[in-house]
């Protein structure tokens, strides 16, 4: 089982970027995204159910950051607009078996290795 996430890099503050996540090995049926800022605990940000039908956002990206899946491709993406200072962090996609929203990481199983997003003033 592999989470492969890609997309992240530098943009102005204000700007946009679409993460993806890439997985391979298996069928997940709940896919979320976190990160984690620098001297920073790791934190919630999104989440999609496998029909793609449901997700929930942290407060702080709620109509910033959209959450999107294609199941034919295995893929997630996180569509991150209006992006702010305080958006730069590692993004991490995890997915797991089991269906429905979860916001805490322990409700993930599997891990991508994260990719870095710096949001400049």
């Known amino acids: 089982v592999q989470l492969q996430a890609s997309g992240g890099g530098l943009v102005q503050a204000g700007g946009s970027l679409r993460l993806s996540c890439a997985a391979s090995?298996?069928?997940?049926?709940?896919y979320g995204w976190f990160r984690q800022a620098p001297g920073k605990e790791r934190e919630f940000v999104g989440a999609i159910n496998w029909s793609g039908g449901s997700t929930y956002y942290a407060d702080s990206v709620k109509g910033r950051f959209t959450i999107s899946r294609d199941n034919g491709k295995n893929t997630v993406y996180l569509q991150m607009d209006s992006l702010k200072p305080e958006d730069t962090a590692v993004y991490y996609c995890a997915a797991d078996g089991n269906s429905g929203i979860v916001t805490l990481g322990k409700g993930y199983f599997y891990w991508g290795q994260g990719t870095l997003v710096t949001v400049s003033s």
């Open positions: 090995g298996g069928t997940f049926r709940r």
